[in-house]
């Protein structure tokens, strides 16, 4: 192999092949090299197998991922790969296999649990993507609609709709040449997702014959998905908030060893079999694993009600949408980006391209199928034929491009494909910040997205203003909000007293009479509990709920006491004191890190997600932030959380994060003159 490894000053691979299976493999290996640990982790998490060396705080996901058929799935897709993309997979996970070892050598985690590396196998990358993506369309929320349907009425479903605060979605804009100050086009944003140790997204460069990549890539899978640049065309993507999964209520019978579904042409049969889940220090877990004609049976048993079983595209075409992934590394025009992601299938996209010769391309992409209005909004009947799916939607939604164009998960380009959108806040915010000046540049982008303006904060101001009889310390309170700037800044002392009143205040919402059945236990899995808390769903429906009619709920009295219990209780401190990142990590931090205070919050621009009424700590936000130059790549700038290397303690395991946590980006090197060659790469 002469393959070549080359890093920067980051640490971050820049990666040289002499062909694409080539490179593929190089990719593999170094990743595994890097984040033996993490690629462990997350094979072990698509196939359900993390209780085995996590213990019982696991095993709710991993009965979830065998119940729902993730490996099994990600194996239908791989044998549905067409012969090129299935042997530049192949080769990936050669290179994964390669690498393992000498990674886990590096890796303290391995020991900790004594785990020791496996095998990957070639649905392996699928399986990873998928138990990624499994609950991005959110079909938890149908369960928590289904519920308040029951408790409340089906009227107030809309109460609790996401477009209100709902948690953080991602940003993405373009900016056309004659906007910008080269000429030439720009992309920018930041993906919003949980905050991981190690991180999600993995800064690459994918050099070969064919073409020359840098992007973000997910480790484990292989090629630039989301957020590339290939120097005569770069690409976005943000989540299209589509509806394409769906929860069918079944009816399920036992005859003989034989379970049989009541389907919309009577009793059918269902397969049906048994797995055991391994529980460190616990017992071994035997689960039935059940599968109709509509979908696995996620939820229930022919012996526990209610049954509910889950369709989605994936399972039901045998496509991940793999075929995307080389085709965009080979992409040199919008044009070829557009043909790529017309394979695209997983999740369902929101897609941002320009090219140097002045192309650009707004469109959606995914599978979305085609079925009654109600399956996009509740749990619907197994039997009825009604809610069977016909076909799928086609062509997707696109739009020209003229001149600036924003994506923050709002109902926009792809609003006749889902229910519940982000707030119009994030959106708004960047298309006025870049309305503000005609020509920009690729190093002033770090501005927008450090914004930290909360328009969200409006409601919760306008019922503050018009309080009256208030003690002294409360009225100074209210005073001291109502001529705040609105900035969620590190340092404010006043967006940290907005923040403690708002707590307060949904935390009072939420225990009130008219809404307390829903704070009644859900007969569904612990794994789907943040979809289904009540004082969550209070915190990202405040704004609708403070507009609404809520039976025996007086806003403005709970208001008043909000502010009072904040004023008695005294100073609260800097909005970073209280707003900490807390990063999700599969062990425990052996050095006890003190996380950085952070800026933002969930309808910001900088969108450092807590959830009021529960904590202020920030586990969701800019999982990466990029920016792609068409004028000249060696300008795109990027940072990610944490760092490169996946090993704790490493000298590039959290380089970045003082940046990232000041809202700074580093450059793209694209000079390999400028890059340090790893000799022992062979």
Partial sequence: ???????????????????????????????????????????????????????????????????????????????????????????????????????????????????????WESWTPLAVWLAHHILFAGFPAKLWREEVARRLGAAATDLFAADGPAGSGSNG???????????????????????ENPGVYQQVRLACPAYDVVGLAVPGVPGIAHFGHAGPVAWAITN????????????????????????????????????????????????????????????GSPDEEPAISLRYPPRVRADLGFAALPMLLRARSTADVDRAFDHWAEPVNVVLAADVAGGLLHRVAGAVPLR??????????????????????????????????????????????????APPYRADRIRELLAGERTWSADRMA????????????????????????????????????????????????????????????????????????????????????????????AFALGTLLGAELPGVDCAALAREALEEVATAGPTGTWGDRHRLAPWQALPDPDGQNWPGLAGDHDCVLATSSVPGITDHCARGPA???????????????????????????????????????????????????????????
């Avoid at 056309?176 to 930041?190: E, K, Q, V, Y």
């Avoid at 016909?390 to 998960?409: I, L």
């Avoid at 590039?652 to 003082?658: C, E, G, I, K, V």
């Fill in 372 to 421: 009654h209005e109600e399956n996009r909004r509740r749990v619907v009947p197994a039997a009825d034929p009604g809610h069977q799916w016909r076909g799928w939607h086609a062509p997707m939604p696109r739009a020209a491009v003229e001149d600036v164009t924003v994506m923050a998960n709002e109902r926009g380009l792809a609003a006749g494909l889902g229910v519940e959108f």
């Fill in 240 to 299: 299209a908030m589509a509806d394409y999964q769906d929860l069918f209520r079944e009816q399920l019978r036992r005859d003989g060893a034989t379970v049989r579904a009541h389907g919309p042409r009577g009793w059918e049969p269902a397969t049906a079999h048994r797995e055991t889940v391994e529980v460190a220090g616990g017992e071994p877990v035997e689960i039935e694993v059940i599968e109709t004609a509509r979908g696995p049976v996620i939820i």
């Fill in 447 to 538: 501005q927008i997205h450090t914004d930290t303006l909360l328009g969200a904060a409006t409601p919760v101001l306008a019922l503050l203003a018009g309080l009256d009889a208030l003690s002294p310390a409360a009225a100074r309170l209210r005073d001291r909000l109502l001529s705040w700037d609105r900035r969620m800044a590190a340092a404010s002392h006043e967006a940290a007293a907005f923040a403690a009143v708002r707590s307060a205040l949904v935390r009072r919402l939420a225990a009130a009479p008219s809404l307390a059945v829903l704070a009644e236990p859900m007969p569904y899995p612990a794994v789907f509990a943040p979809w289904l808390d009540l004082t969550g769903r209070v």
């Fill in 624 to 682: 990466a932030r990029y920016v792609w130059d068409l004028a000249d790549r060696s300008r795109s700038r990027w940072i990610v959380p944490l760092g490169a290397d996946g090993v704790p303690g490493a000298p590039h395991a959290r380089d970045q994060l003082p940046l990232w946590s000041s809202g700074e980006l580093i450059p793209v090197t694209t000079d390999w003159a400028d890059l340090t060659e790893e000799r022992d790469a062979d």
């Fill in 173 to 195: 804009w373009l900016i056309p040449g004659h906007r910008s100050a080269t000429g030439a086009a720009l992309i920018a944003g930041d993906p919003h997702r949980y905050i």
């Fill in 1 to 119: 192999m002469s393959g070549r490894v080359f890093r920067d000053a980051w640490g971050i691979p820049h990666l040289r092949g002499d062909d694409e299976r080539e490179l593929a493999f190089l990719q593999g290996r170094t990743t595994a090299t890097d984040r033996a640990w993490q690629l462990e982790f997350e094979r072990h998490r698509a196939q359900g197998a993390t209780a085995a060396f996590l213990g019982a705080e696991a095993l709710g996901w991993d009965v979830f991922a065998r119940r729902a058929r993730l490996a099994d799935t990600a194996r239908r897709c791989r044998d549905n790969l067409d012969a090129d993309t299935a042997a530049w997979v192949d080769a990936y996970v050669e290179g994964v296999n390669a690498g393992l070892a000498a990674g886990a050598a590096r890796a303290p985690e391995f020991a900790a649990t004594g785990l020791t590396p496996g095998r």
